[in-house]
């Protein structure tokens, strides 16, 4: 079974902080993909990044970037010199052929940035 | 621009009615998804399909039924609506040339069930 688990509920910084959102998973599947959604208050989903197993490397765009290390099988995200459009619910998410490739999702984190 | 559409967007019934979400999607793609979420459960699957007449249960299937007869289009019907239904219901989809193909959802669609 897929299981992806997101610790932090809800998160709170003053703006210009930075801020990691964690994202640990487990999956019995050799390969498989790792995504980040971002929700904001207005409720679509906006796709953000995703990663296939194979590769570690660490990501960056702009303020945002992704840390994959499969040894602690964790996919953090961080936001450096938050602003307040980056409040929003953001949602890590797992798929793999053992999934049928249907995501599976995270419980979410709840980012407030305050002025 | 291709895009994916959902009606309707807020939609009020009554316990036991049928009802039905569309989902429109003008990229071509071969996966189409349906998702609920619920506070403190994220988002859970509900079903998906791979192709024209491919339709396959999620994690949260009971109650619901999909057909897929085009490619653009993966409605979602609630056989009998119940109280339990009242979500917010999302349908994605994705490519499906490639494994793991990154999903694209919709707006949403929140549904009340009084």
């Known amino acids: 079974a897929q299981k992806v688990t997101q610790a932090q509920t809800e998160i709170s910084v003053v703006e210009k902080e930075d801020v990691t959102l964690d994202c640990v998973y487990e999956?019995?599947?050799?390969?498989?993909?790792l995504f980040w959604y971002k929700q904001p208050p207005s409720g679509e989903l906006v796709f953000l990044i995703r990663r296939n197993s194979f590769d570690e490397q660490n990501e960056i765009s702009g303020r945002y970037s992704w840390n994959f290390q499969k040894s602690t099988s964790s996919f953090n995200f961080t936001i450096t010199a938050s602003q307040v459009v980056d409040s929003a619910v953001y949602f890590c998410a797992l798929t793999s052929l053992g999934s049928g490739y249907a995501l599976n999702f995270g419980k979410g984190t709840s980012l407030l940035v305050t002025p | 621009d291709a895009e994916i559409t959902q009606s309707p967007r807020h939609k009020i019934t009554e316990t036991g009615r049928q009802v039905t979400l569309a989902c429109h999607q003008t990229w071509n793609h071969n996966n189409m998804f349906w998702y609920r979420q619920d506070l403190g459960h994220g988002l859970r699957l509900i079903h998906y399909?791979?192709?024209?007449?491919?339709?396959n249960k999620g994690e949260v299937s009971d109650g619901y039924s999909v057909s897929r007869s085009n490619t653009e289009d993966l409605p979602l019907t609630l056989e009998s609506a119940a109280s339990s239904q009242t979500s917010v219901y999302f349908c994605a989809s994705s490519d499906g040339t490639g494994a793991a193909d990154t999903q694209y959802f919709g707006p949403g669609t929140r549904l009340t069930v009084l």
């Open positions: 399909s791979y192709g024209v007449q491919d339709t």
């Open positions: 999956t019995r599947d050799t390969t498989y993909y």
